[in-house]
């Protein structure tokens, strides 16, 4: 932090990153329940994974105009925790296509109850494959 002219700079370093929470409207919203809880009583990771995995699916299916698998999950990152009684919201967004394939990101915000501002707890890329009624790959329809 430093002080120009009676403002003052806060400079982040490198390897901070400033976390801002997307403005577009999530794929998912929902909320942690006492049922998503591991044995420790905290948010099971694998429901977390899960909800992206629908957030990914949904964009993915968007965008192929039909059924999708998930063929891989790429730079799983649990950030924070997430606690029973959370407003979690995915956000999902294509990054690469292929020729039947598509690479889509995923981030999760989490919000307490009661308060405004939320945190990113989690972040992965899946990779999505179109398929048709045979359960093999099909190309992607021209965007």
């Not at 490198?14 to 420790?40: G, K, Y």
């Not at 977390?48 to 993915?60: C, K, P, R």
Request: glycine share 8%; proline share 6%.
């Amino acid at each position: 932090m430093s002080e120009l002219g009676g403002v003052e700079i806060v400079v982040a370093k490198p390897d901070e990153e400033i976390e801002r929470q997307p403005t577009e409207m999530p794929v998912i919203r929902t909320i942690a329940m006492p049922t998503d809880t591991n044995p420790a009583g905290d948010i099971f990771g694998g429901w977390l994974m899960s909800q992206m995995d629908l957030a990914a699916g949904t964009v993915a299916m968007r965008r192929a105009r039909g059924r999708c698998v998930t063929i891989a999950v790429d730079g799983m990152s649990f950030l924070k925790p997430v606690f029973v009684g959370d407003e979690v919201s995915l956000y999902a967004h294509i990054v690469k296509t292929g020729r039947t394939s598509m690479q889509i990101a995923v981030e999760a915000w989490r919000r307490r109850r009661e308060e405004d501002d939320g945190q990113r707890v989690t972040k992965a890329v899946f990779t999505f494959v179109a398929i048709g009624v045979d359960y093999r790959p099909v190309p992607l329809p021209a965007a």
